[in-house]
């Protein structure tokens, strides 16, 4: 499977905004859903957001009226927008593409809200 590639992150003050894009192959399977988890520094990798094929989309508690995940089926793009961050959405955000039987992650993208 090749890698998803995303983009988007940096360095932003507390109440700021960044928005992520994931860009997945367009060979192989179908795409079934896309989505985009984090890990923290000593925290284990958690969800944060994911869109399935059909729209249906999933949050975590702790981004739910903050973040929106968005995707071009088209261009097997996914977007995470981010607003209001907080210092504790500091994390390695990945890329997660499952289609068919296979799961790819993508290399992650350092987010980091600090003053």
């Known amino acids: 499977q090749v890698q998803p590639v995303e983009s988007g992150g940096g360095l932003v003050q507390p109440g700021g905004s960044l928005r992520l894009s994931c860009a997945a192959s367009?060979?192989?399977?179908?795409?079934?859903?896309m989505g985009w988890y984090r890990q923290a520094p000593g925290k284990e990798r958690e969800l944060v957001a994911r869109i399935t094929s059909a729209g249906y989309t999933d949050y975590a508690d702790s981004v739910k009226g903050r973040f929106t995940i968005s995707r071009d089926n088209a261009e097997n793009t996914v977007y995470l927008q981010m607003n209001s961050l907080k210092p504790e959405d500091t994390a390695v955000y990945y890329c997660n593409v499952k289609r068919g039987p296979f799961v790819s992650w993508g290399q992650g993208t350092q987010v980091t809200v600090s003053s």
């Open positions: 367009k060979s192989g399977f179908s795409i079934n859903a």
